[in-house]
């Protein structure tokens, strides 16, 4: 695209202190971006990044507040990134009400509340992308992860339905769809369960964080200024 505003590209991250949303903040950073990230928690080893701010994603307020501040100096918010998500494994019969309730409300509202905050930032400058972050596990259901399932299959109605809304105001939203990925999040996984995403994968491995965070980076660029309402997978082939 060639109306890019002049000087520095800010972002937004959520979940930037871990796993895929840290990947991402770098890549932000690395290309020269003013890249802002907001978590519960702090990046291990830094705790004095000036652009890093403790938010909980699903306090609206709060994230609106976060949003607010990163996008002073410039007075946009180019790229906003929904990363933040939980996972609280169980089986049906021993799921408790309150594990459905929190995934729900990290993974889905959470991204929704991305979204909201986002639109003051970008909808006046005509222009801007939106990335949320959903899993081949919210396309195919898996044993264990009714509620991890149903808000990752709820953020792909949510990236859908936004792009619709907001289309027209220059603004592009879609979903990354990671397979099983070497995070925090995983690693206390059980061995099984890598082994049989190593073997489900074409490549004979699980993914990096920075694989997923490439892809992400590429959807916010103006090389992906045609991309909207997508649902992107990166998952080595684990579901086709
Ligand atoms: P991770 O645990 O390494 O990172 C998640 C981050 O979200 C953490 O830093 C955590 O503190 C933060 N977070 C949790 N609750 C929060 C809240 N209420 N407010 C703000 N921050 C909060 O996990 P990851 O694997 O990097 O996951 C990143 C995203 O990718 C998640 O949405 C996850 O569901 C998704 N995903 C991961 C995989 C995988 O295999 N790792 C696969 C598919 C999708």
């Not at 802002?36 to 000036?50: F, I, K, N, V």
């Not at 408790?96 to 889905?108: C, I, K, P, T």
């Not at 489900?200 to 660029?221: F, K, Q, Y």
Request: overall charge negative; charged content about 20%; some cysteine.
């Amino acid at each position: 695209m060639s109306d890019a505003a002049p000087g520095p590209r800010t972002a937004v991250v959520t979940g930037a202190a871990s796993g895929i949303g840290a990947a991402t903040l770098a890549r932000f950073r690395a290309a020269g971006w003013t890249a802002w990230g907001l978590d519960l928690a702090t990046p291990d080893g830094d705790d004095a990044d000036p652009c890093f701010a403790t938010v909980d994603v699903t306090d609206r307020p709060a994230l609106e507040a976060a949003f607010g501040r990163a996008a002073e100096a410039t007075g946009r918010l180019e790229a906003v990134v929904a990363c933040a998500g939980i996972n609280r494994d169980g089986v049906l019969w021993k799921l408790s009400e309150e594990d459905w309730r929190q995934v729900l409300a990290v993974n889905l509202d959470g991204s929704f509340h991305a979204i909201a905050a986002a639109l003051p930032h970008q909808r006046p400058h005509g222009r801007g992308a939106i990335v949320l972050v959903t899993s081949i596990n919210g396309e195919r259901g898996e044993f264990g992860q009714k509620n991890y399932a149903a808000s990752k299959a709820g953020v792909i109605g949510l990236t859908k339905s936004a792009a619709r809304e907001v289309g027209r105001f220059g603004i592009r939203v879609n979903a990354v769809s990671p397979g099983y990925i070497d995070t925090p999040m995983t690693r206390p996984l059980p061995t099984e369960i890598v082994d049989e995403a190593t073997r489900a994968s074409l490549l004979g491995r699980i993914g990096e964080p920075d694989e997923v965070a490439a892809a992400i980076t590429w959807l916010c660029s103006d090389d992906a200024s045609y991309v909207t309402g997508q649902v992107l997978r990166v998952d080595g082939g684990q579901h086709l």
